[in-house]
């Protein structure tokens, strides 16, 4: 037997267990990894309140990305060996002592990367990384991106300040130090978010990176429908809705490269144990506070 976070009904944090299932083994083509860190993400909880997309079976597992070290390869896997350590993604169920995947899931993990940043990456950066490159920004864009100092938001932030594109990135004033750090402008969000950003760049907006669902203030402050990109709000006409997808090696083997040399940020805000799955999901479902949350499994 081996653990694995489940949950058997829809809810809050508290339907969460730490449960006794059985232990996966890697068929043909597939690699068993034993999980060192686990991320957290918005997406987990919104599933798991139910009535968001389709539902899950229930019981259902928990979690799309993870890190570890591969303890079992199946037939036909040549490019993976026990014992490497890598980080990957899964269709569900990250949140355990085990994963099976199919070997192409996984990236080799690079010896300088920190478990917690390994487990935490994929998701956010791929959704980041897509949503970005969707909007083909320039040095000639003034781009908005809401939810800076949030997992998904702080790469996006730091994958639009590599285009040469002006970044004003909205956050919470105890995160404006770490906006700036990162190359953009900070504004506070809430009452008077409009008039902050116009104030910041008078020149206008020509781009919109939403993380937040803030995308009428994009509209307001003139940015073209088709410049504007939301990853949580599907309900606006015109706009473009690029987030994650189509997950692979490549990318997370760049994801992966670019954390380990610094050349990108990704705080930890907190690793929590497996046995304090549900307190992790109670801090990130308050969001608010300044990078990944992430499950430590061993
Ligand atoms: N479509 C997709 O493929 C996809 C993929 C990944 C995520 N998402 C969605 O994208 C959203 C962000 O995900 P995430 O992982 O980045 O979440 P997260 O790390 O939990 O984001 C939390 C951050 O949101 C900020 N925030 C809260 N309310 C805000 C507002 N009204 N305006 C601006 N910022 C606000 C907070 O900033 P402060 O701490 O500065 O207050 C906090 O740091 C979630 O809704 C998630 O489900 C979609």
Do not use: C
């Not at 950066?125 to 969707?134: L, V």
């Not at 008077?192 to 781009?207: F, I, K, M, S, V």
């Not at 402050?221 to 504007?228: A, E, Q, T």
């Amino acid at each position: 037997m081996s653990l694995a976070v489940t949950f058997s009904q829809f809810g809050g944090p508290e339907v969460l267990r730490v449960t006794e299932v059985d232990e996966p083994h890697a068929a043909a083509g597939q690699v068993r990894v034993a999980v060192r860190t686990a991320g957290l993400n918005p997406y987990d909880y919104k599933v798991r309140r139910g009535g968001y997309g389709s539902p899950p079976q229930l019981p259902s597992r928990q979690g799309y990305e993870f890190a570890g070290v591969v303890d079992e390869v199946g037939d036909d896997v040549t490019d993976v060996s026990v014992g490497d350590e890598v980080l990957g993604f899964v269709s569900i169920g990250a949140q355990a002592q085990f994963v099976v995947v199919p070997a192409k899931n996984v990236a080799p993990k690079p010896a300088g990367l920190d478990w917690p940043v390994a487990g935490g990456i994929g998701l956010a950066g791929n959704a980041a990384r897509r949503s970005t490159d969707s909007l083909a920004l320039t040095a000639a864009d003034t781009v908005i991106v809401t939810a800076a100092a949030g997992g998904v938001g702080l790469l996006a932030t730091q994958f639009a300040v590599a285009t040469g594109a002006t970044v004003v990135g909205t956050a919470s004033e105890r995160n404006h130090d770490f906006v700036r750090s990162l190359g953009a402008t900070p504004v506070a969000y809430g009452d008077g978010e409009e008039q902050r950003l116009r104030a910041a760049a008078p020149q206008g907006y020509t781009a919109m990176l939403d993380n937040a669902g803030e995308v009428a203030v994009g509209v307001a402050l003139g940015v073209p429908l088709g410049r504007i990109n939301s990853i949580v709000d599907y309900d606006t006409a015109g706009i473009g809705t690029v987030g994650g997808g189509r997950k692979n090696r490549a990318e997370l083997e760049e994801l992966a490269r670019a954390a380990a040399t610094g050349e990108l940020v990704f705080p930890i805000l907190a690793a929590y144990p497996l046995a304090d799955v549900a307190e992790a999901y109670r801090r990130l479902e308050q969001r608010s506070g300044l990078g990944k949350i992430v499950l430590t499994v061993a």
